[in-house]
């Protein structure tokens, strides 16, 4: 079984409360080696205010959605459907039908906006990694990770074009661990 991302409904305007009950429910039931991150969508927004200022302000991406990142089983899977808050699973029949996750590139543009990544960088890369290219112009293609900017959530993978080996620039969410 490997971890994947689910979307899950919940009452709109509790996202952070249904987040942190789970992550106490989790807890509690010792779950974390099958519920690991929980996070709510949010982006950085600006807005003007009446006197001219300009304020910076979180909004939600998904009003009524949080992400939950878990390894499906049925323990795991009941804990998450019974946490106060929590309506459902989407891309689920009902009647205990175990929810569709969301695919990589679905999940990985969704957190690349947020400055985040689904992989552990810390763990899962380094210089030396093998790396496939999973997105843009050199979608497919294996290298090996040359150089890593965690800050700016790109790195530098040497791949081999033409014979040649060339370093090419992507962003953390283009590539997966080999």
Do not use: C
Request: proline share 4%; hydrophobic share 40%; charged share 25%.
């Amino acid at each position: 079984m490997e971890k994947l991302w689910y979307v899950v409904n919940t009452y709109s305007g509790h996202e952070s409360k249904v987040k942190e009950k789970l992550e106490m429910r989790s807890e509690s039931m010792g779950f974390q080696d099958y519920i690991f991150r929980i996070i709510v969508p949010e982006e950085t927004v600006k807005e003007t205010m009446k006197d001219g200022s300009i304020k910076e302000k979180q909004k939600k991406m998904f009003p009524g959605y949080i992400l939950v990142e878990m390894i499906m089983t049925d323990d795991a899977w009941y804990i998450v459907r019974n946490t106060p808050g929590v309506t459902g699973f989407i891309g689920s029949s009902g009647k205990g039908a175990k929810p569709t996750p969301l695919l990589p590139q679905e999940i990985d543009r969704i957190l690349a906006t947020m400055g985040m990544t689904r992989m552990d960088v810390d763990v899962e890369l380094a210089i030396g990694s093998k790396v496939t290219i999973i997105d843009g112009p050199f979608k497919g293609m294996l290298g090996t990770v040359d150089n890593l900017d965690v800050d700016a959530s790109t790195l530098t993978v040497l791949i081999d074009l033409f014979g040649q080996e060339t370093p090419v620039e992507v962003e953390l969410f283009q590539v997966s661990r080999v």
